[in-house]
């Protein structure tokens, strides 16, 4: 078919370079946001006397039944189209004839893409926004459960000292909420509107850049033309940001699959998030979290390639820019599917709250208070380190664990322990007394996580709406 720009050419393009330059197979997923940003830019041009005011009505009325069509599915996107503003503007010139042509008028496929790009991605940023939410709240009602859940606290994948398992989940979720922070900052550095920054110099028409701004929902328009149709910094920062959601997802994922594993059996995946083997029977594999750490290097992939095809353009738009889409496309989506199954699959999982426990006393994770104890009762430091080096491998001998054994075996390794000895080293003892703000201790959990409740309560988003609802009216 002819292009909308053939006028310059004498022959048609080859086949081949044809669909190597050709993006509708993957714009068109932003047909929406195009229809939508081409019916402000035409309100735009009647409320300026650019168009008259009866063509931009009946411009702005054809795109709509376009949209409706393509939506309910009565209007395939053709492949024959290049990209999809070729398919809505041929599509809007069949309809209308000349008045259809007007469409264009003071813009670029330039600033249409970027504009395109921007309202797309906008959105995603919001709703894996929702998503990071529910993620946190599935984290949250895990926390407020178990308070009291004892578990051993890991360093080089050694059992260290006893926490709860609320205070374990209480560190994905200061992750989770630094990555919903990072959200909020990447829609308020994005949300200006690069529509009438033309191919590069902008226009000679009389547009009203802050009404089409308006009208999209952003803040104002981009003040500089130039780096409106150039910037991908805000796709560069998404992909960051998604990256290292994908991170935080991963190093949970780890911790699932090594919690469902029959040496630590902390934790049962519901049959919903498992599979089983074609050959061992007796299998329960934890899938879902395996796959979320593989899609992990699909993500970073995605942000290394932008930042790759970024560093070498000069000013303003070059077509290596049109490799952000696919790229950024499939990193939403495997981070949007990854964060809903991953939510699924932790609000189903159940938690082997004893196993936790023993795990923890036999881990020797209380060493550090029986060290402290010795402390306590006047022993230098470095000698009840020894005391209790020498007191682990005795339990590691007879395979017990230290509140397993007799008074009087521990008086044989110091003669400083006393009964009370049995209390200072229990579980419960070596936790609660953790009482600073961010320890495990029941009483410093209660606190964050009233602190926690408290700032799911407050959703940027409704203030986001609010604000745009305001500026329509």
């Not at 009866?54 to 996107?77: F, H, P, S, T, Y």
């Not at 003040?223 to 190093?251: C, F, K, P, Q, W």
């Not at 919690?259 to 998030?273: K, R, T």
């Amino acid at each position: 078919m002819a292009q909308l720009w053939g006028g310059r050419f004498t022959k048609d393009t080859d086949q081949l370079v044809y669909n190597f330059n050709a993006s509708i197979s993957f714009d068109k997923k932003f047909y929406k946001q195009d229809m939508e940003g081409s019916i402000a830019h035409v309100k735009m041009l009647g409320k300026q006397g650019i168009l008259e005011a009866g063509e931009a009505q009946e411009i702005v009325e054809a795109i709509k039944e376009i949209m409706r069509e393509v939506d309910e599915g009565k209007l395939k996107i053709s492949h024959v189209y290049e990209d999809i503003h070729s398919f809505v503007e041929a599509t809007l010139i069949d309809r209308l004839g000349d008045v259809g042509k007007k469409l264009h008028t003071g813009r670029s496929r330039n600033d249409q893409v970027a504009l395109d790009m921007r309202l797309y991605t906008r959105q995603e940023v919001l709703e894996t926004d929702g998503l990071l939410e529910g993620l946190l709240r599935a984290i949250l009602t895990i926390m407020e459960q178990n308070t009291d859940t004892f578990m051993p606290g890991f360093t080089h994948l050694q059992k260290a000292q006893p926490v709860t398992l609320a205070h374990h989940m209480g560190a994905y979720f200061e992750m989770f909420k630094r990555d919903r922070q990072r959200m909020e900052d990447i829609y308020q550095r994005m949300n200006y509107c690069p529509l009438g920054s033309g191919a590069l110099a902008g226009t000679t028409y009389a547009l009203d850049r802050y009404d089409t701004a308006r009208q999209l929902g952003f803040v104002g328009p981009t003040l500089n033309s130039m780096d409106g149709v150039s910037d991908r910094d805000y796709l560069i920062e998404l992909l960051s940001a998604l990256a290292t959601v994908m991170m935080h997802l991963s190093r949970f994922s780890e911790e699932v699959i090594i919690w469902n594993s029959n040496e630590y059996q902390f934790v049962e995946i519901d049959d919903a998030y498992s599979t089983g083997s074609s050959i061992m029977p007796q299998k329960k594999n934890p899938d879902i979290a395996e796959l979320v750490r593989g899609k992990t290097g699909r993500v970073y992939g995605a942000l290394m390639s932008l930042l790759t095809t970024m560093k070498g353009i000069p000013l303003a738009y070059n077509k290596d820019m049109q490799e952000d889409k696919e790229l950024t496309f499939d990193a939403i989506d495997t981070v949007k599917g990854c964060l809903a199954l991953f939510t699924g699959m932790l609000s189903t999982m159940k938690f082997r709250k004893e196993r936790m426990e023993e795990s923890a006393r036999h881990g020797f994770t209380n060493a550090t208070d029986a060290a402290d104890y010795l402390v306590n009762h006047g022993v230098p430091f470095r000698d009840a380190h020894g005391i209790v080096g020498k007191l682990v491998l005795y339990c590691i001998q007879k395979h017990a664990a230290i509140d397993d054994l007799s008074l009087e075996e521990l008086k044989q390794i110091s003669p400083v322990f006393e009964a009370d000895i049995f209390e200072a080293v229990s579980m419960e003892t070596c936790v609660e007394k953790r009482l600073t703000i961010g320890a495990p201790g029941q009483k410093a959990m209660e606190q964050v996580i009233a602190l926690e409740k408290e700032y799911l309560e407050h959703d940027w988003k409704k203030s986001i709406a609010d604000w745009e609802t305001a500026l329509l009216e």
